[in-house]
């Protein structure tokens, strides 16, 4: 007697893809920078509100071949065969799942989207090794003030010089705080996470950012005349 066993064997392949977007934003929309920003700074152009873009990528995974298929025992008439012994199953490991870190859910209102730009801010400090900022009341004052008026100018307007000549120094002073640091402002972005690409993207305020003397924040941001808001970062010493 003879008997035959068929076995069929299949593969099938997962293949993921990662895109890579990035954009920079003009130094229109930024300012030229501060006396503490590199002088030399260049930003590339950006659609208004577009912000800088992130990579992403998803792992390809694949699937092994089954076991090889292996005959069937046959015992002739004239022995007893003798069953052979058959390997314990061992279970196989489960995959490690690793815990995906979500960033926290902003609140409605641009106050919420300022505490939000502090919060990414020594993100991108612990990132470089820098101590976290701390929010300083009188700097958010000052920066308020000039990002306000800077709104009620039009067509993208943005500069770090006050209408009546002030600079970022005059006015964290006039606010009381005596050892302001640095200053960067933006407009056009749609909202924190937006415009901190935009600045991270340009050497100049990126240095401004990852300033490991700085020791404290203000972060203001409104909605221009133009429907665009205006966003401004003062940095301070103490």
Partial sequence: MSAAVALGLS?????????LGSALLPASLTGPG???????????????????GAPGHEAARSAGPSASPSPSVYASPA???????????????KPKTTKKTTAPAVGPGLPAQE???VRLVNVERGKAGCGAVRLDTKLRTAIRLHV?????????YISHVSD?????????????YADPGGENVARGQRDAADVMNSW????GHRANILNCTFK???????????GTIVWGQLFGRS
């Fill in 79 to 93: 022995r007893t065969a003798t069953p052979r012994a058959q390997p314990s199953a061992t279970p196989k490991p």
């Fill in 164 to 176: 009546d000549g002030r600079t970022f120094v005059d006015r964290a002073k006039a606010q009381g």
């Fill in 11 to 19: 593969i099938a392949g997962l293949v993921g893809a990662f895109g």
């Fill in 115 to 117: 505490a939000e730009v």
């Fill in 200 to 203: 991270m993207n340009s050497s």
């Fill in 216 to 226: 404290a924040i203000g972060v203001g941001a409104t909605k221009g005349v133009d």
């Fill in 148 to 156: 306000q008026e800077l709104g009620r100018h039009g067509d993208l």
């Fill in 34 to 52: 501060t006396p503490a920003e590199l002088p030399a700074a260049a930003v590339a152009a950006l659609v208004p509100g577009a912000g800088g």
